[in-house]
C-alpha cells in the first residue's frame, strides 16, 4: 500500500506541478529547501512552496514537512477552481499526500489536519453516495485527532467548526436518506460548538480571513445575521497574502451585500 501511494504522489508530481524547473536536492539541503518553501509560502507563492515540497518527496518520499505542506496546498488550489470535476481532481491528490503522511507519521496533529482538511474539500460537493459518508466520518475523526495531538493548533479548531457547522444543520430528511441508503451520518455536532470552535480558531490567528469568513456563514446560514454583518466588515480591513484570500475577501463582500 505504501508503495502505490508513493508512486501516486510522484505521479502527481510530473503531472500537476506545472513547472518541470526544479533545484535539485543534492544542490541544497533538505532543512534549506524546507525553509525556503515556507518563506515562498508566506510570501503568497504557493506555486513554487509546492515545486519545492514536491522536490522534496522525490528525495525523501517520507518527509513530514513535505508530505503535510503539499497535502495542504493541493487543498487549496482545489477550492479555487471553478468545476467540482477539477476540485475533485486536486483534492484527490491533496488527499494521496495526506495518506502517505498519515501512513508514515500517524503521531502528528498535521498528518491528521491534511487528511481531514482534504477528506472535507472532496467531500463538501460530491454528490450523495457512500464515499461521501466516508469522507465525513473521515474528517470529523481525523480532526478531533489532530486537535487532541496539538491543541494549540489553530487549524485543527477550524476544521472541528466546520463539521460541527456543515452536520448540525443537515435536515432530518437527509439523515434518514443516509442511513437508508449508505449509512448514518455522525451524531454530536451542535451549532453552539461550531461557534465555540470557530472563534477559538480566530483568537488563535485573528489575520486568518477564513476562519472569519467560515463564521460569519455559520451566523448567516443559522439566522443570526446582527453577528455575521460585524465579522463580514472586520474582514475588509485585512491584508489578502494569497490567491485564496482575495478570493475569501470577495466572498465575504459578496455575503455582506446581500445581508445589507
Known amino acids: 500500500m505504501a508503495m502505490k501511494i508513493i508512486l501516486l504522489v510522484l505521479i502527481s508530481f510530473f503531472c500537476l506541478s506545472g513547472n518541470p524547473a526544479f533545484a535539485t536536492v543534492a544542490e541544497n539541503p ?3 529547501l524546507l525553509n525556503e518553501a515556507k518563506q515562498h509560502f508566506n510570501l503568497g507563492d504557493e506555486e513554487t512552496a509546492l515545486d519545492i515540497y514536491l522536490n522534496v518527496i522525490m528525495s525523501e518520499p517520507g518527509n513530514y514537512e513535505a508530505l503535510w505542506n503539499a497535502s495542504f496546498i493541493y487543498t487549496r488550489k482545489a477550492r479555487r477552481q471553478a468545476t467540482y470535476t477539477a ?3 486536486l483534492y484527490r491528490v491533496a488527499l494521496d499526500h495526506a495518506r502517505l503522511c498519515l501512513e508514515i507519521h500517524p503521531n502528528r496533529a498535521r498528518s491528521h489536519y491534511v487528511y481531514g482538511l482534504a477528506s472535507a474539500g472532496l467531500a463538501n460537493e460530491m454528490p450523495n453516495s457512500s464515499e461521501r459518508l466516508r469522507l465525513i466520518w473521515d474528517m470529523k475523526e481525523h ?3 489532530a486537535l487532541q495531538k496539538d491543541p494549540e493548533y489553530a487549524p485543527a479548531w477550524h476544521l472541528m467548526g466546520l463539521w460541527h457547522s456543515k452536520l448540525a444543520n443537515v435536515s432530518r430528511t437527509e439523515r434518514i436518506a443516509a442511513r437508508l441508503l449508505y449509512g448514518a451520518l455522525p451524531d454530536g455536532a451542535s451549532n453552539q460548538k461550531a461557534e465555540e470552535f470557530l472563534r477559538q480558531a480566530i483568537a488563535m490567528d485573528p489575520d486568518v480571513i477564513i476562519y472569519r469568513l467560515d463564521l460569519a456563514k455559520h451566523y448567516q446560514e443559522t439566522g443570526q445575521h446582527s453577528k ?7 474582514i475588509f480591513t485585512m491584508q489578502p497574502v494569497s490567491q485564496n484570500d482575495i ?3 470577495l466572498k465575504a463582500r459578496d455575503r455582506y451585500v446581500r445581508l445589507m
Open 228 to 234: 455575521a454583518i460585524p465579522l463580514l466588515q472586520s
Open 30 to 32: 533538505v532543512p534549506e
Open 247 to 249: 478570493m475569501d475577501m
Open 87 to 89: 476540485q475533485e481532481e
Open 143 to 145: 480532526a478531533e485527532l
